[in-house]
């Protein structure tokens, strides 16, 4: 256990008991205890395992490199169709986590196995991903416009591509892309 996390489990919360059931259970496994993007991390050489983090409906143990554990329960998650190698496991209570506590051990072995091996989630690449024809309307119109875009990291140009091609009217496609010309010439990201 690792003292700087332990106000994470601490705080009185929905599911602090459930927090502290898989709290032991990975910590059984023999991962470092560390604190990550606010929420315990659960890590092996330096490389993210594994993560405990709640929402409003369930609590979960998030795997990194879920798109490649076999999931033989088809327990894993996928969170939202753009996430590409992390996936949950939710649970609604205590009980929930008892009754699969043998089945999640197996799944945080199989994680570490595959860490240890060395074997990764091959992302998408930025070109992989749709540019809606309004933005490129306004990139060849503004070859700035273009130098600044293509000077972001990959995981800005991600998150532009996305948010502009989400909208399914034309017009709300536009919205967006012209509010955040100023941002992207800046050379800053959607959430910067």
Known sequence: ????????????????????????LVLDCNLTEELKWGCPCYTMDKSNIVLIHGFKNYCALLFMQGALLKDPEGILIQQTQNVQSARQIRFADIQDILTKKSILKSYIQEAIELNKAGIKVELKKTTEYQVTEEFQVVLDEMPELKTAFEALTPGRQKGYLLYFSSPKQVKTREARIEKYIPKILEGKGLED
């Open 1 to 24: 256990m690792n003292p700087k996390v332990d106000w994470f489990f601490a705080k009185d919360t929905k599911w602090k008991d459930e927090y502290s059931e898989l709290r032991n």
